[in-house]
C-alpha cells in the first residue's frame, strides 16, 4: 500500500511542478469590468444636470480669467450673435448661461453630447444658440467656435468634457464621423481641444493644438 502510495506521488509531481511553472509565467488574465463613467461636477460638486443652466468659468482669476459668453462675430452677416467669446478678465460681465444636452441622461467625461446658450431669444435666433465648429480661419490659421449649429444630428456640433492635467475640465471637438475636415484632430478618438485664440482684441473660442482652455461649470 505504501508503495503505491509512493508511485502515485512521483507520478503526480512533474504535473504539478508543470502547472506552477505554467500558471507563473503564463498568467491568466480574467476579463476586466469596464470602468464606469465619471459624472461631470459643478463648482459645488455636484453632477451636471441637462435640466440646468451652467456658466463656464475659468479656472484662474484677474487678467487669466473670463466667462464664455455669446457675442457678434467680426464680419458676420448672421442675423444673430453667432461667436463664441471668453471675457478678457473675470472682473465684469458674467457669461452667457449654457445647457449640456448628452446622448445620454446623465452628464459623464469623455461622452458626446451638445452644448447650447440657454437663454431667451426670437424664434429666428434658436440655432443660433446651439454650439458648433466653423470652416477653417487662414488668417487665424485655426477653427472657430461659433453657434448655428444642430442637438441630435452627426454634423460638427459635437463636443466632450474630460478632466484637466492641470484643474478643472477641458472641452473637446469631436466630430461624429470622420467624413468631417477638422486637422486638428489627431488623437485616436478623432478629437480637438479647444483654447483661445485672440480675433480683433477679443478673445474667441478655437480649436488649438496645445494650452487647451481650463474650465469649471457654475450653475446659474
Known sequence: MMKCLFFLCLCLFPILVFTSTFTSQNPINLPSESPLP???LDTNGKELNPNLSYRIISTYWGALGG???LGKSP??????PDGVFRYNSDVGPSG?????IPLSTNIFEDQL?????????PKLCVSYTIWKVGNINAPLRTMLLETGGTIGQADSSYFKIVKSSNFGYNLLYCPITRHFLCPFCRDDNFCAKVGVVIQNGKRRLA???ENPLDVLFQEV
Open 38 to 40: 465619471k459624472p461631470v
Open 67 to 69: 466667462d464664455v459668453y
Open 75 to 80: 464680419n458676420s452677416d448672421a442675423p444673430c
Open 96 to 100: 452667457t448661461p449654457v445647457r449640456f
Open 113 to 121: 453630447l451638445n452644448i447650447q446658450f440657454n437663454i431667451p431669444t
Open 207 to 209: 480649436l488649438v493644438n
